[in-house]
Protein backbone atom coordinates (compact mmCIF):
# COMPACT_ATOMS: atom_id res chain seq x y z
CA UNK A 1 0.00 0.00 0.00
CA UNK A 2 1.34 3.41 -0.95
CA UNK A 3 0.45 6.73 0.07
CA UNK A 4 0.12 9.62 -3.04
CA UNK A 5 -0.38 13.00 -1.85
CA UNK A 6 -0.70 15.95 -4.74
CA UNK A 7 0.27 19.06 -5.05
CA UNK A 8 -3.19 20.73 -2.59
CA UNK A 9 -2.17 18.28 -0.18
CA UNK A 10 -4.74 15.55 -1.36
CA UNK A 11 -3.93 11.67 0.25
CA UNK A 12 -4.60 8.55 -2.44
CA UNK A 13 -4.22 5.54 -1.17
CA UNK A 14 -3.40 2.72 -3.73
CA UNK A 15 -1.77 -0.82 -3.73
CA UNK A 16 -1.61 -0.48 -7.56
CA UNK A 17 1.43 0.48 -9.39
CA UNK A 18 -0.33 2.22 -12.18
CA UNK A 19 -3.09 4.98 -10.49
CA UNK A 20 -5.43 7.03 -12.16
CA UNK A 21 -6.15 10.72 -10.42
CA UNK A 22 -8.04 13.39 -11.81
CA UNK A 23 -4.42 14.87 -12.24
CA UNK A 24 -3.38 11.92 -14.41
CA UNK A 25 -2.07 8.82 -14.75
CA UNK A 26 0.33 8.41 -11.60
CA UNK A 27 3.05 5.17 -12.02
CA UNK A 28 3.96 4.20 -8.82
CA UNK A 29 8.44 3.33 -8.93
CA UNK A 30 9.11 1.24 -6.43
CA UNK A 31 11.16 3.18 -3.94
CA UNK A 32 10.41 6.64 -5.65
CA UNK A 33 9.74 9.57 -2.99
CA UNK A 34 7.87 11.74 -6.09
CA UNK A 35 6.70 10.95 -9.36
CA UNK A 36 5.11 12.66 -12.00
CA UNK A 37 1.89 12.52 -13.36
CA UNK A 38 1.40 11.95 -17.18
CA UNK A 39 0.27 15.39 -17.37
CA UNK A 40 2.74 16.49 -15.32
CA UNK A 41 1.40 16.96 -11.70
CA UNK A 42 4.23 16.00 -8.84
CA UNK A 43 2.95 13.81 -6.34
CA UNK A 44 4.99 12.81 -3.08
CA UNK A 45 5.02 8.93 -2.38
CA UNK A 46 4.54 7.61 1.60
CA UNK A 47 4.38 4.70 3.51
CA UNK A 48 1.24 4.89 5.37
CA UNK A 49 0.94 5.46 8.69
CA UNK A 50 -2.09 4.00 10.82
CA UNK A 51 -3.50 8.00 10.94
CA UNK A 52 -3.67 7.63 6.79
CA UNK A 53 -5.30 4.45 6.77
CA UNK A 54 -7.39 5.76 9.04
CA UNK A 55 -8.33 8.73 6.90
CA UNK A 56 -8.98 6.52 4.39
CA UNK A 57 -10.31 3.16 5.79
CA UNK A 58 -14.12 1.93 4.58
CA UNK A 59 -16.44 2.47 7.20
CA UNK A 60 -19.24 0.38 8.63
CA UNK A 61 -21.11 2.84 11.16
CA UNK A 62 -19.41 5.51 13.01
CA UNK A 63 -15.58 5.59 14.35
CA UNK A 64 -14.04 7.04 17.25
CA UNK A 65 -11.85 10.59 15.96
CA UNK A 66 -8.81 11.41 16.57
CA UNK A 67 -9.11 13.31 19.46
CA UNK A 68 -11.07 10.96 21.40
CA UNK A 69 -8.78 7.96 20.58
CA UNK A 70 -5.93 10.08 21.65
CA UNK A 71 -7.23 11.01 25.29
CA UNK A 72 -7.78 7.15 25.81
CA UNK A 73 -4.31 6.21 24.81
CA UNK A 74 -2.90 8.34 27.06
CA UNK A 75 -5.55 7.92 30.03
CA UNK A 76 -4.92 4.52 30.56
CA UNK A 77 -1.48 4.48 29.37
CA UNK A 78 -1.44 1.34 27.16
CA UNK A 79 1.41 0.01 26.21
CA UNK A 80 3.70 -2.59 24.27
CA UNK A 81 2.75 -6.11 25.69
CA UNK A 82 -0.89 -4.87 27.11
CA UNK A 83 -4.00 -7.06 26.64
CA UNK A 84 -6.94 -5.19 25.51
CA UNK A 85 -10.49 -6.61 25.03
CA UNK A 86 -12.68 -4.35 22.72
CA UNK A 87 -15.73 -4.41 22.13
CA UNK A 88 -17.67 -3.66 19.17
CA UNK A 89 -14.89 -3.82 16.12
CA UNK A 90 -17.32 -2.18 13.84
CA UNK A 91 -14.35 -0.56 11.68
CA UNK A 92 -11.41 -1.53 13.91
CA UNK A 93 -10.69 1.97 14.43
CA UNK A 94 -9.99 2.03 18.26
CA UNK A 95 -8.95 -1.80 18.09
CA UNK A 96 -6.03 -0.83 15.25
CA UNK A 97 -4.67 2.05 16.98
CA UNK A 98 -4.68 -0.27 20.47
CA UNK A 99 -2.82 -2.84 18.46
CA UNK A 100 -0.44 -0.10 17.11
CA UNK A 101 0.75 0.14 20.64
CA UNK A 102 0.31 -3.03 22.21
CA UNK A 103 2.48 -5.33 19.18
CA UNK A 104 4.74 -6.61 19.00
CA UNK A 105 4.31 -8.55 22.60
CA UNK A 106 0.18 -7.71 23.20
CA UNK A 107 -2.87 -8.59 21.75
CA UNK A 108 -6.00 -6.61 21.32
CA UNK A 109 -9.21 -9.40 21.35
CA UNK A 110 -12.14 -7.37 19.94
CA UNK A 111 -15.73 -8.42 19.77
CA UNK A 112 -18.05 -8.44 17.45
CA UNK A 113 -21.99 -9.33 16.87
CA UNK A 114 -22.12 -8.67 13.00
CA UNK A 115 -20.28 -10.63 10.46
CA UNK A 116 -20.54 -8.25 7.84
CA UNK A 117 -18.98 -5.42 10.22
CA UNK A 118 -16.39 -8.12 11.13
CA UNK A 119 -15.78 -8.71 7.42
CA UNK A 120 -15.20 -4.82 6.75
CA UNK A 121 -13.00 -4.37 10.41
CA UNK A 122 -11.00 -7.52 9.08
CA UNK A 123 -10.08 -5.82 5.53
CA UNK A 124 -8.76 -2.73 7.50
CA UNK A 125 -6.59 -4.67 9.98
CA UNK A 126 -4.65 -6.41 7.12
CA UNK A 127 -4.31 -3.29 5.23
CA UNK A 128 -2.85 -1.73 8.03
CA UNK A 129 -0.76 -4.85 8.73
CA UNK A 130 -1.80 -5.27 12.39
CA UNK A 131 -3.67 -8.71 11.86
CA UNK A 132 -1.24 -10.54 14.14
CA UNK A 133 -2.19 -8.11 17.03
CA UNK A 134 -6.00 -8.16 16.69
CA UNK A 135 -8.15 -11.17 17.17
CA UNK A 136 -11.16 -10.76 16.02
CA UNK A 137 -14.00 -12.89 18.05
CA UNK A 138 -17.68 -13.13 16.66
CA UNK A 139 -19.15 -12.84 20.12
CA UNK A 140 -21.88 -10.79 22.01
CA UNK A 141 -19.99 -9.51 24.55
CA UNK A 142 -22.76 -8.91 27.24
CA UNK A 143 -22.63 -12.70 27.73
CA UNK A 144 -18.82 -12.66 29.10
CA UNK A 145 -15.13 -12.20 28.46
CA UNK A 146 -13.06 -15.27 27.90
CA UNK A 147 -9.50 -13.26 28.63
CA UNK A 148 -8.10 -12.96 32.17
CA UNK A 149 -5.87 -10.43 33.51
CA UNK A 150 -6.34 -8.38 31.26
CA UNK A 151 -5.03 -4.79 30.85
CA UNK A 152 -7.56 -2.80 29.42
CA UNK A 153 -11.04 -3.12 28.30
CA UNK A 154 -12.77 -0.62 25.54
CA UNK A 155 -16.27 -0.34 25.46
CA UNK A 156 -18.07 1.33 22.56
CA UNK A 157 -21.42 -0.34 22.26
CA UNK A 158 -24.97 1.02 23.17
CA UNK A 159 -25.46 -0.61 26.30
CA UNK A 160 -22.08 -1.10 28.21
CA UNK A 161 -23.46 -1.27 31.51
CA UNK A 162 -24.32 -4.55 30.45
CA UNK A 163 -20.55 -5.74 30.22
CA UNK A 164 -19.12 -4.20 33.48
CA UNK A 165 -19.66 -7.10 35.44
CA UNK A 166 -17.51 -8.91 32.78
CA UNK A 167 -14.73 -6.22 32.45
CA UNK A 168 -14.24 -6.29 36.34
CA UNK A 169 -14.36 -10.40 36.45
CA UNK A 170 -11.56 -10.05 33.14
CA UNK A 171 -9.36 -7.22 34.16
CA UNK A 172 -5.97 -7.62 36.03
CA UNK A 173 -5.44 -5.42 39.66
CA UNK A 174 -4.61 -2.26 37.92
CA UNK A 175 -6.63 -2.42 34.97
CA UNK A 176 -8.91 0.31 33.75
CA UNK A 177 -11.90 0.11 31.78
CA UNK A 178 -13.34 2.95 28.94
CA UNK A 179 -16.72 2.95 27.70
CA UNK A 180 -17.06 5.48 24.89
CA UNK A 181 -21.38 6.81 24.80
CA UNK A 182 -22.93 9.54 22.64
CA UNK A 183 -25.63 9.81 25.16
CA UNK A 184 -25.25 11.19 28.50
CA UNK A 185 -28.05 9.04 29.75
CA UNK A 186 -25.69 6.06 28.23
CA UNK A 187 -22.91 7.41 30.72
CA UNK A 188 -24.95 7.83 33.67
CA UNK A 189 -26.28 4.42 33.43
CA UNK A 190 -22.71 3.33 32.65
CA UNK A 191 -21.49 4.82 36.15
CA UNK A 192 -23.85 4.01 38.42
CA UNK A 193 -23.08 0.20 37.20
CA UNK A 194 -19.43 0.92 37.49
CA UNK A 195 -20.10 2.01 41.00
CA UNK A 196 -22.34 -1.09 41.56
CA UNK A 197 -19.12 -3.30 40.37
CA UNK A 198 -16.73 -1.95 42.74
CA UNK A 199 -14.63 0.02 40.33
CA UNK A 200 -12.90 2.89 41.49
CA UNK A 201 -11.45 6.23 39.76
CA UNK A 202 -14.53 6.45 38.30
CA UNK A 203 -14.57 9.96 35.71
CA UNK A 204 -16.42 10.90 32.71
CA UNK A 205 -15.39 13.59 30.04
CA UNK A 206 -15.85 15.13 26.76
CA UNK A 207 -12.67 15.97 24.83
CA UNK A 208 -13.09 19.34 22.31
CA UNK A 209 -10.08 19.94 19.23
CA UNK A 210 -10.43 23.19 17.36
CA UNK A 211 -8.11 23.60 14.20
CA UNK A 212 -6.37 27.32 13.99
CA UNK A 213 -5.87 28.86 10.29
CA UNK A 214 -3.14 30.66 9.95
CA UNK A 215 -2.81 32.84 7.42
CA UNK A 216 -1.39 36.03 5.79
CA UNK A 217 -4.70 37.65 6.32
CA UNK A 218 -4.92 36.38 10.15
CA UNK A 219 -4.89 33.79 12.52
CA UNK A 220 -8.61 32.33 13.73
CA UNK A 221 -10.02 29.00 14.79
CA UNK A 222 -11.35 27.38 11.73
CA UNK A 223 -15.20 27.95 11.79
CA UNK A 224 -15.52 24.37 10.63
CA UNK A 225 -15.00 21.86 13.62
CA UNK A 226 -16.24 18.76 15.01
CA UNK A 227 -18.82 19.34 17.55
CA UNK A 228 -19.95 16.53 20.14
CA UNK A 229 -18.75 12.86 19.36
CA UNK A 230 -19.44 10.84 22.52
CA UNK A 231 -18.34 11.11 26.64
CA UNK A 232 -15.82 9.13 27.65
CA UNK A 233 -16.14 6.98 30.84
CA UNK A 234 -13.12 5.97 32.48
CA UNK A 235 -12.43 3.94 35.64
CA UNK A 236 -10.29 1.25 37.25
CA UNK A 237 -9.80 -1.98 39.31
CA UNK A 238 -7.85 -1.35 42.49
C1 LIG B 1 -20.00 2.25 16.83
S1 LIG B 1 -19.46 0.69 16.39
C2 LIG B 1 -17.85 0.56 17.06
C3 LIG B 1 -16.83 1.36 16.30
C4 LIG B 1 -15.42 1.06 16.68
N1 LIG B 1 -15.14 1.43 18.07
C5 LIG B 1 -14.41 1.71 15.78
O1 LIG B 1 -13.57 2.51 16.26
O2 LIG B 1 -14.43 1.44 14.56
C6 LIG B 1 -20.36 -0.37 17.47
C7 LIG B 1 -20.23 -1.85 17.10
O3 LIG B 1 -20.63 -2.63 18.23
C8 LIG B 1 -21.21 -3.82 17.76
N2 LIG B 1 -21.96 -4.38 18.89
C9 LIG B 1 -23.13 -3.92 19.41
N3 LIG B 1 -23.49 -4.66 20.48
C10 LIG B 1 -22.52 -5.60 20.66
C11 LIG B 1 -22.31 -6.65 21.60
N4 LIG B 1 -23.20 -6.88 22.57
N5 LIG B 1 -21.19 -7.42 21.50
C12 LIG B 1 -20.28 -7.18 20.49
N6 LIG B 1 -20.43 -6.20 19.58
C13 LIG B 1 -21.52 -5.41 19.65
C14 LIG B 1 -22.02 -3.35 16.57
O4 LIG B 1 -22.34 -4.40 15.69
C15 LIG B 1 -21.08 -2.30 15.95
O5 LIG B 1 -20.26 -2.87 14.97
Given at each position: MKLLIDEKDRKYLTDREEFHTGLGVVKIVENAQKVTSHLGHDFSVLKPRLIDLYEKLPRSGSVLLKRDIGFILAYTSVGTGDIVVDA????ACLAMFLANIVQPTGKVFTYEIREKFAEIARKNIENAGLQEFIEIKMKDITQGI?????DLVTLDLPEPWLVVQHAYKALKHGGFIMSYSPYIEQAKKTVDSLKEASFRGIKTYEVFEREMEISNKGVRPSTRMYGHSAYLTFARKY
Open positions: GTGSDEEEV
